[in-house]
């Protein structure tokens, strides 16, 4: 820090001499009659601009010493902060949080920035509007306070203002923070968004945090434009003094006409340029710096509970009637790529599923059974063939009436803050306790919502309070309660142990619809009606034991499926 402060030292030799020598310059060359001794004084001036670019060159190393080990320190701090974060608020597998990566990517690096940029000119700035004044001072005092009383009045102006422009600043952070958390958890939910028909929910969730951000931002630029009148008052105002009082100094004999003009170079050359920077560029710096740290700072301690938000809801009507066409799934050609030029993930498949049906959906990991539940659920379209739900095509459906006929269930479950009865009841808001007791009996919630105190419990940290398995029953009991005529289930029992899994795809069997599970145990398929199996060769669909009998893959996965763990060597 001292190699620094020297270098800037250096840097402000012209702001200190320079209206000194300007002055000699004109009273003692160019006025007396001495233009050779007059170039001599500006060919000087001109020696100490150098002298000046060179310091400025070298103080780069040391204030790189000073910002790359702050921007090291600031990372780990904030990485351990949000790893505890996590671990207090139970979020091991809740997916990334957008907001955070913020943090650590952009926060983080603006502050090494305004570090580095402040330090680059707040340093500076200020060793040189001591010199300067310094140097006016030095030419005649009276001179000197008629530019330092309104350069002293528009600083003091200014601090309220730099006040009010820090609480601005900072409510811009947190909006664009806003804008980040939204639009990465409407990304990470997209798929699921998708299958409720909740688009427009959660655009309108984006959307209001961008319009807070742009009101925030719009703040910031009025706020900002306040420096205007303080530059007027206290760079303009001072060159007028000098102007008016200039002229009667010079008839007194109180100064030379070398002094004025050297007077006004100090305020014209350096306290206006100084005080342009102070009130706009280095004012900024300071206050992002400190909105940004004691943001960082702030987001470092584990947050509460009531920081998570509740989904918006998809306003389905209560009890909606589903499909009235029946519940056929008819799928038909279906092919699909990941991209223009990959290979197809599907190819051609084709089968019929009567309503009321059980399928199971098997296969290899990686081979597209999640591919296949998405394009079913109506999350993304086909590249060829149709897949109709009682007779109807699912591309042709609206939002709301996709979302009415599919509910897609992923392993990942969704349970927000609120009381049991919203969570259970989300997608048939007009739901009764009567109807919420068939479902909670039918997928095994009963003891849960004993437990919890009943439908009317307060779940205020459901990722901490609740495990994997218990928010999969929820999730579940919500699915069952809708009035969905084809429900997939993408692996929605997977933390559940085989016995809760059999009563729950049992339960979904009995229920009036259609049932789609991608199967991760032998027990899955071999209680469905049907299996469709996908693999490297195709795909291929009967019942379980006609599969096993004439598939040699679904033989093999069966053979996996049945063989002992390895026994570990001692």
Request: charged share 15%; net charge neutral.
């Amino acid at each position: 820090m001292l190699r620094a402060l020297g270098w800037s030292a250096v840097q402000a030799a012209p702001a200190l001499a320079s209206g000194r020598m300007l002055a000699t310059a004109l009273d003692r060359g160019f006025l007396a009659g001495r233009p050779a001794v007059g170039l001599l004084w500006l060919t000087a001036i001109a020696a100490l601009y150098g002298v000046r670019a060179a310091a400025q060159r070298a103080v780069f190393d040391p204030l790189s010493a000073i910002v790359e080990p702050m921007r090291d320190e600031l990372v780990r701090r904030v990485v351990r902060g949000a790893l505890r974060r996590a671990v207090h608020e139970g979020l091991p597998g809740a997916g990334p949080d957008a907001a955070g990566v913020n943090r650590l990517s952009s926060q983080v690096d603006a502050v090494r920035g305004t570090l580095g940029a402040l330090l680059r000119t707040a340093l500076p700035l200020g060793v040189n509007l001591v010199a300067a004044l310094i140097g006016l001072a030095s030419l005649d005092p009276r001179m000197a306070l008629v530019v330092a009383a309104p350069l002293l009045a528009a600083v003091a102006a200014f601090v309220p203002a730099a006040r009010a422009l820090a609480r601005r600043r900072a409510a811009f952070l947190l909006a664009e923070e806003r804008v980040a958390a939204a639009t990465g958890t409407v990304v990470e939910a997209a798929r699921d968004v998708a299958a409720l028909g909740a688009r427009r929910e959660a655009l309108a969730e984006v959307a209001r945090a961008a319009d807070a951000s742009v009101r925030a931002a719009n703040t910031v630029a009025w706020t900002t434009a306040l420096r205007v009148p303080v530059l007027l008052i206290g760079g303009q105002l001072p060159v007028l003094g000098l102007l008016l009082a200039g002229p009667s100094l010079v008839r007194r004999g109180a100064v030379s006409p070398g002094d004025v003009i050297g007077a006004i170079s100090y305020v014209t050359a350096y306290l206006i340029p100084a005080l342009q920077q102070m009130t706009g560029v280095a004012a900024g710096y300071v206050i992002q710096l400190r909105v940004l740290a004691a943001r960082l700072a702030a987001t470092s301690a584990p947050a509460g509970p009531a920081d998570q938000p509740r989904p918006a809801s998809p306003h389905r009507p209560a009890g909606g009637a589903g499909n009235p066409a029946g519940a056929e799934l008819a799928v038909s050609g279906l092919t699909f790529a990941h991209g223009p030029h990959a290979a197809p993930v599907l190819r051609d498949v084709s089968f019929t599923l009567p309503e009321g049906g059980h399928l199971a959906l098997v296969g290899p990991s990686g081979v597209g059974k999640s591919t296949l539940a998405g394009l079913l659920a109506g999350i993304g379209r086909p590249d060829a063939g149709r897949i109709a739900v009682g007779g109807r095509d699912i591309a042709g459906l609206t939002d709301a009436e996709r979302a009415a006929t599919v509910a897609l269930v992923p392993q990942e479950a969704y349970v927000f803050p609120g009381t049991l009865r919203e969570n259970v009841a989300y997608l048939a808001p007009d739901a009764d306790d009567e109807a919420l007791d068939r479902a909670a009996a039918a997928v095994g919630l009963g003891p849960l919502a004993a437990r919890l105190g009943g439908y009317d419990a307060e779940l205020v940290d459901p990722a901490a309070a609740l495990s994997s398995g218990e928010r999969q029953l929820i999730a579940l009991a919500r699915v069952y309660t809708s009035a969905a005529s084809l429900v997939i289930l993408d692996e929605a029992t997977c933390h559940l142990d085989p016995a809760a899994e059999a009563a729950v795809e049992s339960a979904f069997a009995r229920r009036p619809g259609t049932l789609v599970v991608i199967a991760h145990r032998l027990s899955s398929a071999a209680r469905a009606d049907r299996v469709l199996i996908l693999d490297a060769d195709g795909h291929a669909f009967g019942s379980h034991a006609e599969l096993l009998a004439g598939h040699p893959g679904y033989a093999a996965l069966v053979g996996h499926w049945n063989a002992p763990l390895p026994v570990p060597v001692p």
